[in-house]
């Protein structure tokens, strides 16, 4: 799979948690875990979604183990935060290495994508494609 179909599908179940965190939110007018809400929104559609949309524009990049990897552990970050904040919120204290964890593994994976973006696809893919120049 490529990073860019992965980042597309996890994006999707990820706002429909959060759509369903906030319905139960409005419906229950507690709106004690909203920052976990905004979290999981923000890191795992907005974030996740631009990181595909990235990734689909650099065919190469897409296809590279790498990329995957950072899908993968940022979407782990975003799992592992929300439910982090969402229980700090609701009084569990215990809950805070939890959360200083899941923040460094989300900076992890945003300073490799960082990575990508500084550094060209060519370099970062394992297998390269050959560079057709059009007949003139
Ligand atoms: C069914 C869809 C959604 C519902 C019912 C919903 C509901 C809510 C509710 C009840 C709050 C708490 C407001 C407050 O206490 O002041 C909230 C906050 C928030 N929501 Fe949603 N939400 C939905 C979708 C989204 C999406 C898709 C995003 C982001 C892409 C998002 C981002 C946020 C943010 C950033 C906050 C915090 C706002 C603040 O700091 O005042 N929400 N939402």
Do not use: C
């Amino acid at each position: 799979m490529t990073a860019s179909s992965l980042s597309f599908r996890l994006a999707v179940l990820f706002v429909i948690a959060g759509m369903a965190m906030g319905i139960g939110m409005a419906a229950s007018q507690d709106h004690s875990i909203m920052p976990a809400h905004a979290h999981l929104n923000l890191l795992g559609w907005v974030s996740l979604f631009l990181f595909g949309i990235y990734y689909e524009r650099r065919p190469a990049l897409d296809k590279s183990r790498l990329a995957l990897i950072q899908v993968i552990v940022w979407s782990a970050g975003t799992v592992l935060l929300t439910i982090a904040v969402a229980a700090l919120h609701l009084g569990y204290a215990a809950f805070d290495p939890v959360a200083a964890l899941a923040s460094l593994i989300v900076l992890v994976a945003m300073v490799l994508f960082a990575y990508f973006v500084f550094k060209p696809a060519r370099d970062i893919a394992s297998s390269s494609t050959p560079h057709l120049t059009p007949a003139e």
